[in-house]
């Protein structure tokens, strides 16, 4: 607080005349007025800051992204060489063939049933084919050319390398199995022998649960010749027929 003050002193002197004459009389007036003014200075307070010196909350979502690959496109891709092509797909399976000889002689009939299981399929088989062949006639010495009809059961594992997608398949497979032929021949009786089948061929199948399809392939069987010196009898075929299973 601060107080300032001012004096303004006022002085003046009057002079007056009586009747004409002249009179010296001086009456002097002072007036003096005094004048303070104080000024208050109130020292305003520094205006205040507050500060929050807590660290601002950061939160990091420890969860990691999910990633997201999308495999359409590669399944399409790798389902070329895949397990789940319709000819490799476990399932049961039924074939019917037409038998061709590669000797002269009218086409035969093949038939086979059985199971897909992994890349093998297991299946009994029958068979019907003509026969032709010089023949000893029984108690005697002589040989006769002799015909007549043949009829095989087996059973045969086949491989197959089955390739394509999951809708068509295309498969190359070989095979190998045992049976038994048994021979009516019309001049010198009935004859049967055991044998052994091998086999290559090559495949093409569609569908789903269920697939139909057709096959081409060879077929040879080794079995022991008629005497007991006579050399062992290879007999080759082709089977042209279809497929179907589920």
């Given at each position: 607080m601060r107080t300032r003050g001012w004096a303004l002193v006022i002085m003046s002197t009057l002079t007056a005349a009586a009747g004409g004459a002249a009179a010296d009389g001086a009456v002097e007036v002072a007036a003096s007025i005094d004048v303070t003014v104080t000024v208050e200075a109130t020292a305003a307070p520094p205006p205040s800051f507050v500060v929050d010196a807590a660290p601002l909350p950061v939160v990091v979502d420890a969860a990691p992204l999910p990633f997201v690959v999308d495999t359409s496109a590669s399944a399409g891709a790798a389902s070329a060489l895949t397990s789940s092509t319709p000819l490799v797909r476990p399932h049961w399976e039924a074939a019917l063939a037409m038998v061709l000889?590669?000797?002269?002689?009218?086409?035969?009939?093949?038939?086979?049933?059985?199971?897909?299981?992994?890349?093998?399929?297991?299946?009994?088989?029958?068979?019907?084919?003509?026969?032709?062949?010089?023949?000893?006639?029984?108690?005697?010495?002589?040989?006769?050319?002799?015909?007549?009809?043949?009829?095989?059961?087996?059973?045969?594992?086949?491989?197959?390398?089955?390739?394509?997608?999951?809708?068509?398949?295309?498969?190359?497979?070989?095979?190998?199995?045992?049976?038994?032929?048994?021979?009516?021949?019309?001049?010198?009786?009935?004859?049967?022998?055991?044998?052994?089948?091998?086999?290559?061929?090559?495949?093409?199948?569609?569908?789903?649960?269920?697939?139909?399809?057709?096959?081409?392939?060879?077929?040879?069987?080794?079995?022991?010749?008629?005497?007991?010196?006579?050399?062992?009898?290879?007999?080759?075929?082709?089977?042209?027929?279809?497929?179907?299973?589920?």
């Open positions: 000889p590669l000797e002269l002689g009218d086409p035969g009939l093949h038939a086979a049933v059985g199971r897909q299981i992994g890349s093998f399929r297991l299946a009994g088989e029958y068979t019907l084919t003509d026969a032709a062949s010089d023949r000893a006639m029984p108690g005697a010495l002589a040989v006769v050319s002799d015909c007549g009809q043949r009829q095989r059961l087996g059973v045969a594992a086949r491989y197959r390398l089955g390739l394509g997608t999951p809708d068509v398949g295309v498969g190359f497979y070989l095979e190998g199995g045992l049976g038994q032929a048994t021979t009516r021949w019309s001049k010198t009786g009935t004859s049967r022998r055991d044998d052994a089948l091998i086999g290559l061929g090559f495949e093409l199948a569609g569908g789903g649960a269920r697939l139909a399809g057709f096959e081409l392939g060879g077929r040879f069987t080794i079995a022991d010749g008629d005497g007991p010196d006579a050399a062992r009898e290879v007999t080759g075929v082709i089977t042209v027929g279809l497929l179907v299973g589920g």
